[in-house]
């Protein structure tokens, strides 16, 4: 619900428990009055008299830092979220209301230059507590050089203490969780590598220190952008603390020529009070009904060739292993990178999108319809961005890729990123992958980036016209075949963002399958992204990437938690193995509604020597907890796990052992699963109300 009060130039923005209050002071700023638990507009109003009064001057401007939208001009000195030039070297913005446009939903304030003919508009849409926010700039003057233009500068309340939560990583290692307090100053978190990035990921959350997984408020944000961004967590001395964010990163800047339009992604803010966990529930929520493009479906058990064969792809193998699968009880059969042109190494052949006639000479056809006969779905990895340079598609293009004269080509996994922002190199790629889908039965594609941009210069004609044409072929191809379903992929979990999100239905993780890594990886991941799109394979033991032993049911109880998927050479599996495997694939199908679609609780994060995770059904009605043992220490008995959200009242059934355990000794003294005596040891418990 959006309300306007013309008379305090006031605007309040709420949601079922949160508001957002901006008001337009005398010098046409938009003011951040509060944001936070849900005020009435009376309420908001009365915030009013609490400004300082009129003549009140400190030396210090006292609202320095209190605006949703800072530009660059006047007494500001902070982060300013907006920065233009101007073609005659200015650089100061002088912003005038013109007015405002509004729905139920939505808020568009508009503002011009006063001088400049160049106009600004913040757009504003709620969904629930979810405020998404973007901006359109328009030029009809000469060319403007846009030097920074965030989707939405947040405003926090003044709180006791700044903690700033957000997650790092590297290949292998993504999404590892990380709060500290934020210090005084700009915390940049970046990524300059023309996609997403494993080393940071565009969101933050910010707490007052005290917040835990199940108490406090939280405030957070994030940004739907696959490319470059930055995010800046100013904090200053006055105790004024912004969250400014935005596509692009230091120094790209772009022209916004004459009769121009930018549109900047959408950025979206939530305030949350319950803590951490109901944060994270908030954001999956927002994901599975207004973000994820098939948010109702259920995604399959999916099997991938990658760590089974490498590059050795041929039909009988990938026919064994699908064989394998589907006896399993796997739904979706993807063949990972190898089956096209002259790849069979990392060397060759990207850019070359036909099935290698050696490995197939009657094409994929045979391969697809063995697959179906079998009962599952084909999927096939692709990626479409890039180039090797040995490739017919380089030899007759080499001026395709990303690059500068007079410097190198800088190759890495010998291969080189095609410069998506030529009109001719996007319709190339949308030509190809849809002659690609019409001819074969493919129902599902990995699309996989393995490198990050160089020598791409400074303009956004790259950077952004990159992400843009990405993001226009994935829209094109989706319509052209509807029933195809799409996993992003960049070295494991290097594009994940409400941005691609939009246009996938799952990400791939990390390449990093070992289980026991990967419970902090999840964790990590789970803060702002559901367990609906979370890949997530079962592999060998030891782990190819780790040398890591680890046993089945542990294995599978940790990729249980997202997307279950089998990723290991099924065909050097023991029978023992392969017959406990299926027992688990069925476990898994019965609680996924629960895990897929359910509201996760994180029980126990892990690190210590117990971890769970809940996942609760819309109704309440069905629980599932998945708990992994890393190790015992001291031979201490494992601890009860409490249980969230049930009804103290209510009977709930072990759906194994036929046992009914009452919601308030669940609620307060917790699940004893009975877990084996090793270490690594981890159990499954559903658990349904009576
Ligand atoms: C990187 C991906 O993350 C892997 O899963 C696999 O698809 C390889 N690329 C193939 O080259």
Known sequence: MIYHDSQHRLWVLSGPSSSYVLHLDEADRPRVMHWGPRLTPEQAASLLLRLPRPGFRPVEDPMEGSFDLIATGGLCYGQAGLQVRFADGTRDLELVFTGQRRTDREL?????????????ECHYRLYGDVIERHLVLRNEGEPVTVVRADSATWVLPRMN?????SVRGQWGAETRLHRTELP?????LTSRRGVTSHQANPWAMVDDGTAGEEHGAVYSCALAWSGSWRLTAQRLPTERVTLST??????????????????????????TEG??????????DHQLRHVLPHAGEVRPVLYNSWEATGFDVSMDGQIRLAESAARMGVELFVVDDGWFGARTHDAAGLGDWYPNPHRF???????IDRVHELGMRFGLWVEPEMVNPDSDLYRAHPDWVIHRPHRR?????????LDLSRPEVGDWLFRTLDELLAKNAIDFLKWDMNRPFTEAGPDERLWLGHVRTLYDVLDRLRAAHPHVRIESCSSGGGRVDLGILRRTDQVWTSDNTDALDRLDIQHGFSQLYPARVMGAWVTDSPNPYTGREIPLDFRFHVAMAGVLAIGGALTEWSRADLDRAAELVADYKRIRPLVQHGRQYRLLPPGGELSAVQYLAADGGEAAVLVHRRGRRFGHPDPGIPMRALDPDGRYRDTATGEVHHGAVLLTHGLFPDLAPGDYASALLHLVRE
């Open 409 to 417: 080509r800088t190759e890495h996994r010998n291969q080189l990123v």
């Open 275 to 284: 803590g951490f966990g109901a944060a994270s529930r908030a954001w999956h």
């Open 246 to 271: 935005g596509a692009g990163h230091d120094p790209v800047t772009w022209e916004l020529g004459t009769g121009e339009e930018h549109v900047t992604p959408v950025c979206a803010g939530l305030f």
């Open 108 to 120: 568009v304030l508009a503002y011009a230059d006063r001088h400049y003919p160049l106009t600004v």
């Open 184 to 188: 005084y100053g700009e915390t940049v």
């Open 161 to 165: 203490g700044y903690r700033l939560g």
């Open 361 to 367: 000479p009657d094409g994929l056809g045979p391969l």
